[in-house]
């Protein structure tokens, strides 16, 4: 069976579907880098110190100013011009992949992350150096919303799952990339070719694009089945069937060249066994796009609006960015090394961690990846309250890296995976942004109101660790919520048989 199953998935990828998926992770993996960029070279960036890394010896000789003077506060509106750019690409960007397509989309977020690089590598002021923030936070957005959809419309059925999670890879992969550059880079004004960087990723994304295909099941819904199947065919390789693929779209027998869709197009019952089987809002007849607002008005669509923003909220209020952030702290004197390169440790585990789980989601399901995940995070959640409490280093130090293993099972990919099978192709774009705008908005809470919020509950309950069993306590909350509301999307061929709603023929 295993075989079988192996055998099955090396037909499904082929060497055109690879490069596809490596090229349109790039947005992810862009998203990854800047959001990690500033962290390491921040003392050098703001003047605090002349170099982070001693070991670093020469500087590059530039007329742009060494450093940017700021203050505390003025590095934190950089910081969150970021976010907030991020907020307002996913917001436009589910409507502008809806309407004009995703390969449009992807090579105008090219656009963003070269000139918000640009600016950043050469700016000597606080809002020069904020613009370019916004422009990049802009170009992530919308790339984590768009992505995820053009992924899940590429790849085979069967193997969704592994390659949307290649979404969470490639963010973990610009991470390390930006903390190991900041590691070697963080010294003088070696820090604007961190910043640099950006833009030769910029550059590479949107060349990468112009050999990549729009979406089969774009071209399919916009009344183009001609190029759709063309398109899907070579994506699958000469002779693997796409019969499957296609029973929900208008497409004529004569343009399918696979005798099993052929004669399943050329069935006089088809039509009415594809009326039966899908959805309205599934066939490509009668597609009528849904807007950002429209989709909550719509008691259809809601149900799917309400579990991806609770999943967004177990995502960041189970306390994986406050691990993330505060790691170091937590662990220096438990392991004999820099901070620098304490991160980039977390960062590969990381990295490593979602690779390994990455085919769990096909395997054991979504929801279950999701609740495993949350159980996890939850148990070491408690276990690095406590551990704090009594002062146990060694332990604070497990239950982090435990953090970043039980997020990397579920909360980490999944999200990204399954807001594209919660709705049909009409309601994807909307649904993703109503998704990553709430991830915006509760990880602006998380990095905003951590810090004030432990060092309240630490010095009136006194010690440290109080913060922590409350994120125990949204842990529990968000198991219930995904546990009641969130069904599971693996195995299922649409929206309607996802939430089991009797299908609707035209």
Not at 54 to 80: G, K, W
Not at 350 to 367: E, H, M, Q, Y
Not at 441 to 454: D, H
């Amino acid at each position: 069976m295993a075989s079988a199953g192996l055998r099955q998935c090396i037909r499904d990828v082929t060497p055109y579907l690879v490069f596809i998926i490596f090229v349109s992770t790039f947005g992810p993996l862009q998203f990854g880098f800047h959001l990690s960029e500033l962290n390491a070279p921040q003392d050098v960036l703001t003047c605090a110190v002349k170099s982070v890394a001693d070991h670093v010896a020469s500087q590059p000789d530039t007329s742009l100013p060494q450093c940017i003077p700021m203050n505390e506060a003025q590095f934190a509106l950089i910081s969150s011009m970021y976010v907030l750019g991020g907020f307002i690409g996913a917001l436009v960007a589910g409507p502008v992949s809806t309407q004009f397509g995703r390969l449009l989309a992807m090579r105008i977020t090219s656009v963003f992350f070269i000139l918000g690089s640009s600016l950043e590598t050469l700016s000597g002021t606080v809002p020069l150096m904020s613009a370019g923030r916004c422009l990049s936070g802009i170009g992530a957005g919308a790339a984590t919303v768009i992505v995820p959809i053009y992924i899940s419309e590429v790849a085979p059925p069967n193997e969704r799952g592994l390659f949307g999670s290649m979404t969470q890879v490639t963010i973990n992969i610009g991470l390390l990339i930006t903390q190991t550059l900041g590691f070697y880079l963080s010294t003088g004004s070696s820090w604007r070719i961190i910043l640099g960087v950006g833009i030769g990723l910029g550059f590479a994304q949107g060349i990468g694009l112009f050999f990549v295909p729009e979406s089969p099941a774009w071209l399919a819904a916009h009344k183009d089945p001609e190029q759709a199947v063309k398109t899907l065919q070579r994506i699958r390789g000469a002779g693997n069937s796409i019969a499957e693929e296609i029973q929900h779209w208008d497409v004529p027998a004569g343009l399918v060249d696979d005798e099993a869709a052929t004669s399943l197009l050329r069935d006089p019952e088809a039509p009415t066994r594809r009326d039966s089987s899908h959805s309205k809002s599934s066939s490509t007849k009668t597609v009528e796009h849904v807007g950002f607002f429209a989709i909550i008005k719509d008691p259809q669509y809601r149900p799917a609006i309400i579990a991806m923003i609770g999943i967004m909220f177990a995502q960041q209020f189970c306390g994986i960015n406050s691990v993330m952030m505060y790691s170091v702290s937590l662990l220096r004197g438990v392991i004999p090394m820099s901070s620098s390169l304490l991160t980039i440790m977390i960062s590969a585990v990381n990295l490593i961690a979602t690779v390994a789980c990455s085919p769990l989601a096909d395997k054991i399901g979504r929801k279950t990846c999701l609740l495993l995940s949350i159980a996890g995070m939850g148990s070491s959640s408690l276990v690095l309250a406590i551990s704090l409490r009594m002062e146990v280093k060694v332990l604070s130090a497990i239950s982090v890296l435990s953090f970043v293993g039980f997020f990397a099972t579920g909360l980490g990919p999944v999200p990204f995976l399954i807001a594209s099978e919660l709705v049909g192709t009409e309601a994807v774009g909307a649904t993703q942004s109503w998704a990553l705008a709430a991830n915006y908005i509760f990880t602006f809470l998380i990095a905003q109101f951590f810090p004030i919020l432990n060092t309240i509950l630490n010095e009136k309950l006194g010690g440290k660790g109080w913060a922590y069993f409350g994120f125990t306590i949204f842990a529990a909350i968000s198991f219930a919520f995904v546990g009641a509301y969130v069904p599971e999307t693996k195995g299922k061929k649409d929206a309607d048989e996802v939430w089991g709603r009797t299908r609707r023929v035209d």
